[in-house]
């Protein structure tokens, strides 16, 4: 069995490290014209964590990011209205990992080549259309100006946001939905908090400030690379001049700042002071897509952000194209058809994904602090009095169990919590 991999990020990749351990042949095209460790911050939760360790890259992931022990969410005033224990902490049996995009991808991309061959991936092809027949799918490519022809058995869309195949199935969609919210993000050393292993999200609806450490710094433990993000609704109704999906135009400070100064009072960062810290910072406008009715067709299918992009709360879009990718190879290994293993497959990850696309636009997990933001927009002396442990558990352990991370057993209660 071939099968053809359109993208190489890190749902591509992953796909690519199971169905070859599932000893299926693959061959990955890639529109850039090289595979680059670009982003920032991610988190990679325990359950994706536990089949990058079948992989074989527990260590790896060790060496390039952050154990994350703790989770807070606080309001602006920087009031913990929830805080939890995480990975290994929480009583998971692997790790929760805060980590750099681009670390991530290249330590994925390293095992792609050291095991499949350094031709596996063709650079500067991208994947424009495709057509099956009863025993093949025929993906045409464009190279280099050149129209060229690849055959395999079935053909896996992991190319993103604004995915060729997917727009060849729903030729109709058009493009993604922003929701009038804008992200800034940016990573830089800064001095290390607590124990160095602790995330922070503080602030409800007009604005939200995301702190936490992705990396060691080998030349001074007493520091880390430091993720920051803003999410926040700007007064216009257009996003400026953006293309929706487009992940790296650089921000600009004048745009930012006004979200984060004199609003939040955080006593472990001054937000304003870490951005300008940066240097260059990126800006997103937030947006993704309508769940589909079906993702698989015949010889053909979908995964990761081509599949079900969603809002980036929860820490989960990553981790989900994981989860994509070793449900797909599972499939493939135990049934003799394509077609049955790609319809099981998305009978199994399709539904899942939807209902946590819809619960990332209501604010996932976060939506703990807009729920005590709302009832004391200007800070409580009890949180107890706000919201109850219990509401603002259902809200947290919901999400978790929705989107497949919750510990059998976890811990995490603590000052701040009940």
């Given at each position: 069995m071939k099968a053809l991999i359109a993208g190489a990020g890190i749902g591509g990749l992953t796909t690519a490290l199971f169905l070859h351990r599932a000893g299926i042949e693959v061959e990955i095209f890639e529109r850039t014209d090289a595979v680059r460790e670009l982003g920032v911050g991610i988190n990679m939760l325990p359950h994706a964590v536990g089949l990058l360790t079948k992989l074989g890259l527990l260590d790896a992931l060790d060496a390039a990011g952050i154990r994350t022990r703790e989770l807070i969410y606080a309001n602006r005033f920087g009031q913990i209205v929830w805080r939890e224990l995480r990975g290994i902490d929480a009583g998971h049996a692997v790790p929760q990992f805060s980590i750099h995009r681009g670390r991530l991808l290249g330590l994925i991309h390293r095992a792609v080549i050291d095991r499949l061959g350094q031709n596996v991936i063709r650079t500067g092809c991208s994947v424009m259309g495709f057509e099956q027949d009863g025993s093949k799918v025929t993906a045409f490519l464009s190279e280099a100006g050149r129209t060229l022809q690849a055959r395999g058995d079935l053909l896996i869309g992991a190319d993103g946001i604004h995915s060729k195949v997917r727009a060849k199935l729903y030729p109709d969609e058009g493009s993604p939905i922003w929701n009038g919210v804008m992200l800034w993000r940016g990573a830089t050393r800064w001095p290390q908090w607590q124990d160095g292993r602790t995330m922070a999200i503080a602030g409800g609806n007009h604005a939200k400030?995301?702190?936490?450490?992705?990396?060691?710094?080998?030349?001074?433990?007493?520091?880390?690379?430091?993720?920051?993000?803003?999410?926040?609704?700007?007064?216009?109704?257009?996003?400026?001049?953006?293309?929706?999906?487009?992940?790296?135009?650089?921000?600009?400070?004048?745009?930012?700042?006004?979200?984060?100064?004199?609003?939040?009072?955080?006593?472990?960062?001054?937000?304003?002071?870490?951005?300008?810290?940066?240097?260059?910072?990126?800006?997103?406008?937030?947006?993704?897509?309508?769940?589909?009715?079906?993702?698989?067709?015949?010889?053909?299918?979908?995964?990761?952000?081509?599949?079900?992009?969603?809002?980036?709360?929860?820490?989960?879009?990553?981790?989900?194209?994981?989860?994509?990718?070793?449900?797909?190879?599972?499939?493939?290994?135990?049934?003799?058809?394509?077609?049955?293993?790609?319809?099981?497959?998305?009978?199994?990850?399709?539904?899942?994904?939807?209902?946590?696309?819809?619960?990332?636009?209501?604010?996932?997990?976060?939506?703990?602090?807009?729920?005590?933001?709302?009832?004391?927009?200007?800070?409580?002396?009890?949180?107890?009095?706000?919201?109850?442990?219990?509401?603002?558990?259902?809200?947290?352990?919901?999400?978790?169990?929705?989107?497949?991370?919750?510990?059998?057993?976890?811990?995490?209660?603590?000052?701040?919590?009940?």
């Open positions: 400030f995301v702190f936490y450490p992705i990396g060691n710094d080998p030349d001074d433990p007493a520091m880390r690379l430091t993720n920051w993000a803003v999410m926040a609704r700007p007064r216009e109704t257009a996003p400026r001049n953006l293309t929706l999906g487009d992940w790296s135009r650089p921000g600009e400070l004048e745009q930012v700042l006004p979200f984060v100064r004199d609003r939040f009072h955080l006593d472990y960062v001054n937000p304003t002071e870490i951005i300008r810290a940066t240097g260059v910072f990126h800006e997103y406008s937030n947006c993704d897509r309508e769940p589909l009715p079906r993702w698989s067709f015949g010889r053909v299918t979908l995964l990761g952000d081509a599949a079900h992009p969603m809002y980036p709360v929860g820490s989960n879009g990553a981790s989900q194209a994981i989860l994509d990718a070793h449900c797909l190879a599972e499939y493939l290994r135990t049934h003799g058809s394509v077609e049955v293993a790609l319809g099981a497959y998305d009978a199994e990850r399709r539904p899942a994904m939807a209902q946590i696309v819809h619960a990332n636009r209501k604010g996932g997990p976060e939506g703990v602090i807009d729920l005590v933001e709302a009832r004391a927009p200007d800070g409580f002396d009890d949180v107890e009095a706000v919201a109850s442990y219990v509401e603002r558990e259902r809200v947290v352990r919901g999400y978790a169990s929705l989107a497949g991370f919750a510990a059998d057993n976890p811990k995490g209660a603590g000052v701040g919590v009940r």
